[in-house]
């Protein structure tokens, strides 16, 4: 049907029972680790870990993709997603050439240097795209993405439900993640999200109150919007001060 989409639409011939396959694969992976929730990237078995391998296995699946449609996770990326959803500032990496004059204007980095006490130019951290990082795009663009996910154009509502479902850890407690988002209820609610990092360079939050029917995005060319909120940020959308004020304006009498 014109202008909604199916799994099979998004990568066809992978239809539904790959969709499967990969969440299967992340469920029982994910359940083979411990109960540690403080996300330390470099500390081994702690819960980063479990997070960083659910990536690989994206990444994984993508690359399969690439093998089986003979393109890149690129291409996949503005075949699949880009152009059906007119994200029209929106490239799926910095190096890739579609639209050049975009990547002339992609805000510039900046990081602020305690020994000068001034802000300074960072070099771009990438070019490329991977699972966790590299696509180009816009507050809008990513409104129309985030539109797209509401409508249930891109997975089905069971599959969604799933995707923002936390899972069990092996001791019973529930893991502070779904398939690809944070999950946390709170006083108001639940809320479902993400947060971006690109130290010293870009930061972001993606926050979704599916009670409020309300979604925010926030895009920066530092690292502001997620690096001073850290370690409280790993497990806790509150630790933000920008989420918790969206939520806070919007909540009253919740």
């Not at 239809?15 to 081994?44: A, K």
């Not at 696509?135 to 539109?147: C, E, H, L, N, Y």
């Not at 509401?150 to 089905?156: A, G, M, P, T």
């Not at 019973?172 to 993640?177: N, T, V």
């Amino acid at each position: 049907m014109e202008g909604r989409f199916h799994a099979n639409q998004i990568l066809p011939g992978i239809e539904r029972t790959g969709i499967l396959v990969l969440n299967r694969r992340l469920r029982s992976r994910r359940r083979t680790y411990p109960d540690r929730t403080p996300f330390d990237p470099h500390g081994p078995g702690r819960s980063g870990q479990r997070i960083q391998l659910q990536w690989i296995l994206i990444w994984a699946h993508f690359q399969n993709c690439r093998e089986h449609y003979n393109a890149a996770f690129d291409e996949l990326i503005w075949e699949r997603f880009i152009l059906p959803l007119a994200m029209n500032r929106s490239l799926p990496q910095q190096g890739n050439p579609k639209i050049p004059r975009l990547v002339d204007e992609l805000a510039l980095p900046y990081h602020y240097d305690t020994t000068s006490n001034k802000w300074q130019r960072s070099p771009f951290p990438q070019t490329g795209v991977n699972a966790g990082a590299g696509m180009i795009s816009t507050v809008v663009d990513i409104g129309k993405f985030d539109a797209a996910i509401n409508q249930y154009r891109l997975i089905s509502p069971e599959d969604f439900e799933e995707a923002t479902t936390p899972f069990e850890c092996i001791t019973g407690k529930k893991a502070p993640y779904g398939l690809g988002w944070f999950v946390q209820e709170t006083d108001y609610g639940k809320v479902i999200w993400h947060t971006g990092w690109q130290p010293e360079a870009y930061s972001g939050l993606y926050l979704k109150w599916p009670a409020q029917n309300l979604t925010i995005v926030l895009l920066a060319n530092t690292e502001g919007l997620s690096a001073p909120f850290y370690p409280e940020l790993n497990d806790d959308i509150l630790a933000s001060d920008f989420a918790r004020l969206f939520l806070e304006a919007f909540g009253k009498g919740f």
